[in-house]
């Protein structure tokens, strides 16, 4: 599928600031009050920031964005409208969390109900987010039960990295944090190489499973006789878009490469905090490579009709 850098733009973006503002809260609802007003808006505006632009970079490449708000009546049946939905809901829960959490507003009580509540709601919005690409059938390579992790964990890994060099900024990575939050983008990079060396073999392997036999049921020695049309369409620009395998492979190995080099900086970091500053634009380049890869190599089933042998 032809990658729209706007949609590669609103997942990696999105995601790094839901993957902060989850963490953010759950920090708050389990330490309570922030420590300086400061050190709480940054995190917040940073993290609504990412949220705002990869949203409205979602609709550029639409024919008609300012018809956009209509996905929002079909949430009973889409997940783009669910994730719409949730979206917008997360801005009030977030506001008002921060303005407890900051000391804006002084209700301590309020400060893990909301925090627990605003976390569910990043969580929940990528799982739609994942889930939009999931339950597409037609494209075998996003229809993976590793989809949705993969948008899960890239989303934790990019904001942890995040929220680990603003706090070095704030001199929040003391020790004891310094330890845990390192401790944390750890893991979180670990489940990111994981999951996309599972998923880049699975489909390897389930490459070119459905052919024109397959898909007419007539058994082989099926052939097309001639191609539907004469030049290419829309369709054949979109849905038919080929990236080479070594050009594939080389992206994928630039990314592991990356992720593996953050991995390594995370280990230093408690010793050496401003090494943070380093793994946020490591982190970021990685998982537009990684979105990049994940669009150019989906190919949809309407190829076959379309001439190719094998999707």
Known sequence: MNPAYSVILFTTA????????????????????????GFAIT??????????????SSTLHLGR????????????????????????ATYPAA??????????????????????????????????TGQIYASLKTIPAWHSRLTVPVYLVFALATGSAILMAISVYFGRFQAGAGNFQAFFTLISIFGVIVL??????????????????????LGEGVRQ????HTSTNFIMKEMGYQ?????????????????????????????????????????????WVERWLFFAQAEHVVGLFYGKERV
């Open 95 to 128: 506001i008002a969390f921060g303005a407890c959490w900051s000391g804006l507003v002084d209700a301590p009580n309020s400060i893990a109900p909301l925090g627990y509540l605003v976390a569910a709601l990043c969580a929940a919005t990528v799982y739609c």
């Open 196 to 217: 996309k060396y599972l998923y880049w073999r699975n489909l390897r392997k389930a490459r070119g499973q459905y052919t024109m036999a397959v898909a007419t049921g």
């Open 14 to 37: 999105s995601g790094a600031g839901y993957g902060l503002l989850a963490l953010t809260a759950m920090a708050g609802a389990s330490h309570g009050r922030a420590s300086t007003v």
């Open 243 to 287: 990236v080479a395998r070594r050009r594939a492979r080389k992206l994928q190995q630039i990314c592991t490469l990356l992720l593996d080099l953050c991995f390594v900086l995370c280990l230093f970091s408690p010793k050496f905090p401003m090494l943070a500053y380093l793994i946020v634009p490591l982190i970021m380049v990685a998982a």
């Open 65 to 88: 964005p300012e018809r956009a708000w209509r996905a929002f009546s079909q949430w009973r049946t889409s997940w783009l409208s669910r994730e719409g939905v949730l979206a917008v």
């Open 225 to 228: 006789w001639e191609v539907p």
């Open 43 to 56: 995190l917040l505006v940073v993290a609504l920031a990412l949220i705002t632009a990869g949203l409205l």
